[in-house]
Nanobody, 115 residues
Framework: QVQLVESGGGLVQPGGSLRLSCAASGIIFSIFTVGWYRQAPGKQRELVAVVLSGGATNYVDSAKGRFTISRDNAKNTVYLQMNSLKPEDTAVYYC?????????WGQGTQVTVSS
């Protein structure tokens, strides 16, 4: 059974940092393309950052310079380090693993940026 479990969300003040984790079980996460998505209330889900199996990364413009996606293959885990957080980063963050027709999602973790 494949599971992706996100953790690390919470309430943080503007300018603060959080590190989200996405731990996979039942698959070899290192061969998957893994993305972090977010969905704010009333908005569509958007891709925030992605890391390919070879390690290449890409980010939405609003995350460039502030967020870093990385993977620890030994722990079967992908991280999203988020710095200089802004209120507009408030959303539920989801982890997605994709390989061919295999497409897995986590349950999401809430990130709230507010003073």
């Amino acid at each position: 059974q494949v599971q992706l479990v996100e953790s690390g969300g919470g309430l943080v003040q503007p300018g603060g940092s959080l590190r989200l984790s996405c731990a996979a079980s039942g698959i070899i996460f290192s061969i998957f393309t893994v993305g972090w998505y977010r969905q704010a209330p009333g908005k569509q889900r958007e891709l925030v950052a992605v890391v390919l199996s070879g390690g290449a990364t890409n980010y939405v413009d609003s995350a460039k310079g502030r967020f870093t996606i990385s993977r620890d293959n030994a722990k079967n885990t992908v991280y999203l380090q988020m710095n200089s957080l802004k209120p507009e980063d408030t959303a539920v963050y989801y982890c997605n693993g994709r390989l061919g027709s295999h497409d897995y999602w986590g349950q999401g973790t809430q990130v709230t940026v507010s003073s």
